[in-house]
């Protein structure tokens, strides 16, 4: 078992299951998006799942099992095969936006989650063709 620290976001959360749970909900609205289903190719999300969320808990603080299985998250590169315009970024934000707001975090805990998630969803872009 990995050590995450008492005072980490990650923890102040509520650490694995905070972060499943964010995922998992995120995907439910994915799964049906018309734009944003065909960026992930396989067929079970699942997997997709797994990643995000093992992204996520790395970066608030939790196990570094990401860079343990994939490296350096490298996070525009691994975007880059799929079209990200304005529209692919607000669906993206409109689906983690329920997923978090489902979590009834603190409202300093949510709002510090939603700005990181904003700007990371801003720095995906990487077309405005259609």
Known sequence: MVDVRDDSFYAAVGGHETFVRLVDEFYRGVATDPVLRPMYPEEDL???AERLTHFLE??????????????HPRLRMRHAPYKVNPDARDR?????????????????HHAELWDYLERAAHSMLNTFDD
């Open 58 to 71: 790395q970066y608030w603080g939790g196990p570094t099992t990401y860079s343990e299985q994939r490296g």
């Open 46 to 48: 699942g997997p997709a």
């Open 92 to 108: 993206w934000m409109l689906h983690m936006r329920a997923a978090l707001d489902s979590l009834a975090l603190a409202p300093l």
